[in-house]
Nanobody, 124 residues
């Protein structure tokens, strides 16, 4: 089993920045895909960014503003969010799976492990 705990959410004005963290514990993942998703009230869940050992992927809506990274030794996934916009307001979730990133994970969102989420609110 893998446990994921997000932190770092909060309220910020448009143009500001936040850095989300996702602490991972439990089973060691030799092979992995790690991702960030978000869901705003009344909207479908959206994949934001994903990474594995080889590459990273970003939704068009966040390219150039968000950066996904990880501290492998600390088992922590990050999402640096800059130039935030009101439309970025959502609950943000991290996810993990024991395979490299693929359409099944990145597009379909069929990750096996999920965190509880952290709220991000951007005011205009």
């Amino acid at each position: 089993q893998v446990q994921l705990v997000e932190s770092g959410g909060g309220s910020v004005q448009a143009g500001g920045s936040l850095k989300l963290s996702c602490q991972r514990s439990g089973r060691y993942l030799n092979r992995f895909c790690l991702g960030w998703f978000r869901q705003a009230p009344g909207k479908e869940r959206e994949g934001v960014a994903h990474l594995d050992d080889y590459e990273s992927f970003y939704a068009d809506s966040v390219k150039g503003r968000f950066t996904i990274s990880q501290d492998h030794a600390r088992h922590t996934l990050y999402l640096q969010m800059d130039n935030l916009k009101p439309e970025d307001t959502a609950m943000y979730y991290c996810a993990a799976d024991e395979e490299y990133c693929s359409d099944r994970l990145v597009i379909e969102g069929k990750y096996h492990y999920w965190g509880q989420g952290t709220q991000v609110t951007v005011s205009s």
